[in-house]
């Protein structure tokens, strides 16, 4: 049986000057041991004849074969007639074994200088860009056309996804809503309080969470949801060859993957956001009537006044250019994906990542967009 | 053991759910011979391979691989059997996020103690050994083409100098000069190493050019077990129905006029003449 309990080991020993006397398990198992040996002896140098005595050799596998041919190779090339002597026939065969297959030795990695980096990474970066407008607008000409011919929409996959990433978002965007509604109730309560301006809460609670936070917290949870999913779909679908399978059967990707879950996130998130709404004041209404004592009644009174529909229409309004945003991001990163499981796990982070990215970047140009037109 | 049965099923029977695979299935695999399991598509091949190679365990009966009753082993026990078995997986099985010379060297890296330089070197030589061009090694499995994969795959599999190889579909979806040369490099291996194969296969051509006996599954159990002269003339109704189909004749007939073996690889024969007498190493 293999000894992989008794720890095999291949020994190497120099008998006399031109006598390397070879002894023990020369196999994958028992080789470490002789490297640096065999490095050390040969760096010496050995004029003359050289006779490599295999009769102590218990095992030999191929890569065993392979470094004694290398031994030989080095000896030769030191100006030595090497020799085999005392080796098994089976052994011989797997030494010669070793001289049949010529390798090339690896090509050494390219080096990169810090400014070859830089501009790589500057090019990679403006093609993705390119690519990623391409898409956009491939995905827009193919919604312009759904749209002047609707019956060729796919309704059926439509519905599906809003139910996919609406509907079944709803408890997990409800119950985090409503902790960011106590939580922001919580942090304006104190301050509030020392200015005797209780009722205040309300304004605060009902703005923040209309125009800010509840857009924000929806879209981030939908690209962590459902722009993750399209993405490894889309990916999946890609390395498996199932695209091209499409494209072959005339039917085009976009129309088929893309535009579905692009014109349900559409749908879904503004109704999402509304949901937000309703449970991130609710949350605050709870915070307000604890710590500041105004009663629900008193709080819903107010709200009316405080919340303008304008306010309200700014936080929902945003919520399809954040769908946009989340659907094209994740189906982009699908479509780049090639190779293998790898390549999918890598583009579905990303999709994420520059998803929630985007958001906030566009929820600022809001912000600029809203205060030059003092909304 | 040394020119014993390798590998001993007995009884083994498996089913999933209320579909019966096996039945009662015995079969034996000797030392040094290239077996190939035919049957039917959902005959069971698959599935005995892998209770073969310790991925799926057999609702009853014993499995014994190179002596010892595979599913009665501890961890460290079965990590040595399976680290004296190569395998080859239909679509290769290689990781796509390491290149073929990393997926090569990875048995190695795991299991024994030589240098990182040692190991390329030796996943370089294995992949020569396979017929591959060196600039392969630097390529990700997604880049190489489907014999190319083979051939990679078969490396890794050798990797370790295993005593048992098993091969799923090794010829599948290759093109005749590609599936040839697998054929001729798992034969030479044979030789060489006196590895035991079992291949899991529906080529008649490698089971004329290269098996030294064909097992038919059918019926939930092994049908026959001999060579494939004696298959197709066998009495068994099954057994008799799989060969002589038009497609098992014209492979006969092909062989009969020329051995592919003998024209693309000149030393195919020769090779196989030295015969492995000897155990090459000694255990």
């Known amino acids: 049986m293999a000894g992989w309990t008794k720890q095999p080991a291949a020994t190497i020993a120099q008998t006399d000057p031109g006598v390397f006397a070879l002894g023990g398990d020369w196999t994958v198992y028992g080789l470490d041991r002789v490297e640096h040996e065999l490095g050390v002896m040969l760096s010496r140098g050995h004029p003359g004849g050289a006779i490599v005595d295999g009769s102590m050799v218990v095992a030999l596998d191929s890569a065993g074969g392979r470094v004694v041919q290398k031994l030989l190779q080095k000896l030769r090339q030191g100006g030595a007639e090497p020799q085999l002597r005392g080796w098994k026939p089976v052994f011989a065969r797997l030494i010669e074994l070793g001289a049949t297959a010529t390798v090339h030795p690896a090509s050494p990695k390219a080096h990169r200088s810090a400014l070859e980096s830089i501009g790589r990474g500057v090019m990679e970066g403006g093609a993705q860009l390119y690519a990623g407008a391409s898409f956009t607008g491939e995905v827009m000409l193919a919604l312009l056309r759904g749209l002047s011919h609707p019956a060729s929409l796919r309704l059926r996959p439509i519905l599906y996804n809003i139910q996919n990433a609406g509907t079944a978002a709803l408890p997990i965007v409800g119950l985090l809503a409503f902790m960011l509604g106590i939580v922001v109730a919580y942090q304006g309560a104190d301050q509030l309080q020392r200015y005797g301006a209780n009722i205040f809460i309300v304004d605060l609670v009902g703005l923040s969470m209309a125009r800010e936070f509840a857009p924000l917290i929806t879209a981030i949870i939908v690209a962590g949801r459902s722009g993750s999913a399209y993405a490894a779909q889309i990916g999946a679908m890609k390395t498996s060859e199932e695209i091209d399978a499409m494209r072959t059967l005339g039917i085009a990707p976009i129309e088929m993957l893309v535009l579905p879950k692009f014109i349900a996130l559409i749908v879904a998130l503004p109704l999402l956001t509304v949901f937000a709404d309703v449970l991130g004041v609710a949350g605050g209404m709870l915070m307000a009537s604890t710590r500041l004592g105004v009663s629900f009644a008193d709080f819903i009174d107010r709200l009316g006044g405080a919340v303008s529909v304008s306010s309200y229409l700014v936080g929902v309004g945003k919520a399809p250019v954040f769908a946009a945003i989340i659907a094209l991001t994740g189906c982009f990163q699908g479509f780049r994906a090639e190779g293998g499981a790898d390549s999918v796990g890598r583009q579905t982070t990303r999709s994420v990542v520059q998803s929630i990215f985007l958001v906030i970047v566009a929820d600022a140009l809001f912000s600029v967009l809203f205060s030059v037109l003092h909304l | ?283």
């Open chain 2, 1 to 283: 053991m040394e020119n014993g049965n390798v590998i001993r099923l007995r009884g083994v029977g498996t089913s999933f759910g209320a579909h019966v695979v096996h039945r009662d299935l015995d079969l034996e695999v000797r030392r040094g011979e290239i077996l190939a399991l035919v049957g039917g598509s959902g005959s069971g091949k698959s599935t005995l391979l892998r209770e073969i190679i310790l991925l799926q365990r057999p609702d009853r009966g014993s499995v014994e691989v190179l002596g010892q009753d595979v599913w009665a082993l501890d961890e460290a026990q079965a990590r040595d059997v399976r680290r004296r078995c190569g395998v080859m997986f239909q679509r290769g099985g290689l990781f796509g996020s390491l290149t073929v010379r990393e997926n090569i060297g990875l048995p190695l890296r795991e299991h024994t103690r030589l240098s990182d330089a040692l190991i390329d070197e030796i996943a370089e030589f294995k992949l020569a050994l396979t017929g591959l061009e060196a600039d392969a090694a630097d390529k990700y499995p997604s880049e190489l083409s489907g014999g190319m994969l083979k051939r990679a795959a078969l490396a890794r599999a050798l990797a370790l100098d295993p005593e048992l190889l098993f091969l799923d579909e090794p010829t599948a979806g290759l093109d005749p000069a590609s599936a040839e040369g697998v054929d001729q490099l798992v034969l030479q291996m044979r030789d060489m190493f006196g590895l035991t194969v079992v291949v899991i296969t529906h080529d008649l051509d490698l089971l004329w050019d290269i098996a030294d006996r064909v097992a038919v599954l059918g019926d939930k159990r092994v049908l026959a077990v001999d060579s494939m002269e004696t298959l197709v003339n066998s009495a068994i109704p099954q057994v008799h129905e799989y060969f002589e189909g038009a497609r098992g004749v014209a492979a006969r007939g092909r062989r009969n006029v020329s051995s592919r073996g003998a024209n693309l690889n000149g030393n195919g024969g020769a090779v196989r003449a030295g015969g492995v007498e000897e155990a090459w190493k000694p255990r």
